[in-house]
């Protein structure tokens, strides 16, 4: 069994909990190394204080479930069988459950229903501490992975650039840098790449769309690819043409903040410190109403996972650990500006995995 597997054991022993189920293809991945989206078919793991874990899932997903390393029972089922009965019949075979753990954040109503049902009276626990807590530091393995992701993110920065000229819209900007990363074996993307131009970067998440490329426009890039089950997530801004001197003078301050943010993302650290490291410069520069959000958040598995990069964050950062860093200061007459990097927190410091260079860049016709 491997150790994941084996820390979760380890919980329900300690919580005396007799069993528990993990259904979010998230965690699913990161306890069995098989990344699948069921759809409305269920998949999920049961895990047990002192018997090996069983995997129940869609017949024909079983091939790739054992092609991942799964090396324990599988409960399969077909399109024509009832799965939540099948699971009935699995907890018939134990003891009967008073308490039971579930990812408390993740599974729906309906799961929750089904086995309300198999169990009856019954007091669910919560699954989420406990995994939230082994995905928080990323051992060697995944920080490589992550390191090639941002690799793959910085291509695609490249590209997008590459590919500014007057009359261009936003999508189709994204087109062509989904299109590069195809051609690069990248699959999926970490979440719908954002590029915006001009006015329309003044919205932290806007979306792209139609919107033409003009002289004197910012253009931002928010992108981020899925590699070997991992995510990146990169942030950079160009000027396209010459830019006015209080678009210069926003950008100089975002990345003075981005550079502070870095430098705070030491291990010991105060993580809601890295948040206000950074945002003290926008706001000595006079922009703090101008930049909304969070300074980051984690990184791995999901885009957007433990620790929060916000203010009132008590927790330390730990090697291991992998964050973004991402300013922004978001004028609404002028367009906004975020510069983001990853950084992985080591023993000594951090790395920043996402290469892509920060200067000031004007890109011309």
């Known amino acids: 069994m491997n150790d994941r597997l084996q820390e979760v054991q380890t919980f329900l022993q300690k919580q005396g909990i007799p069993g528990g189920l993990v259904t979010s293809r998230h965690n699913i991945f990161y306890l069995s190394n098989f990344d699948y989206n069921p759809h409305e078919r269920l998949i999920g793991i049961f895990v047990f204080p002192n018997d090996e874990p069983i995997i129940i899932t869609p017949a024909m997903e079983v091939p790739m479930i054992k092609e991942a390393g799964w090396k324990h029972s599988i409960l399969s089922y077909t399109d024509s069988d009832h ?41 669910f626990a919560s699954l ?88 004197g426009d910012t253009a931002l890039f928010d992108l981020g690819v899925k590699y070997k089950g991992y995510c990146s997530d990169i942030t950079r801004t160009v000027m396209y043409g010459h830019p006015n001197n209080e678009l210069v003078r926003i950008y100089q301050t975002v990345l003075q903040a981005n550079l502070e943010g870095l430098e705070a993302s030491q291990p010991g650290t105060r993580i809601g410190d ?38 009132v964050n008590d927790g330390l950062l730990k090697s291991g650990m992998v ?43």
């Open 83 to 123: 799965p939540w009965v099948l699971v009935g019949h699995l907890i018939e075979n134990r003891n009967k459950m008073k308490k039971f753990a579930v990812e408390k954040h993740d599974i729906s109503y309906f799961y929750i229903e089904k086995l309300q049902q198999i169990f009856g009276e019954v007091e």
């Open 128 to 215: 989420d501490s406990i995994l939230t807590e082994m995905r928080l530091v990323k051992d060697a393995n995944e920080i490589e992975i992550l390191r090639e992701a941002a690799a793959f993110a910085d291509y695609g920065v490249k590209v997008g650039i590459e590919a500014l000229k007057d009359g261009i819209t936003e999508l189709e900007v994204v087109g062509k840098i989904e299109f590069e990363l195809k051609k690069k074996g990248i699959k999926e993307m970490s979440f719908s790449p954002i590029v915006l131009f001009g006015q329309n970067s003044s919205n932290p998440h806007g979306a792209s769309g139609g919107n033409k490329l003009k002289k």
């Open 274 to 311: 890295v948040d206000l490291f950074g945002r003290r410069v926008i706001q000595a520069a006079g922009y703090g109403d101008f930049f909304p959000h969070r300074i980051g958040h984690g990184l791995g598995i999901d885009i957007h996972e433990a620790p929060s990069i916000n203010d």
């Open 323 to 365: 964050i973004t860093i991402e300013p922004g200061i978001y004028h609404p007459n002028l367009g906004g500006i975020r510069i983001e990097d990853d950084v992985v927190i080591t023993d000594s410091g951090y790395e920043v995995l996402t290469k892509f260079p920060k200067e000031l860049m004007i890109v011309e016709d």
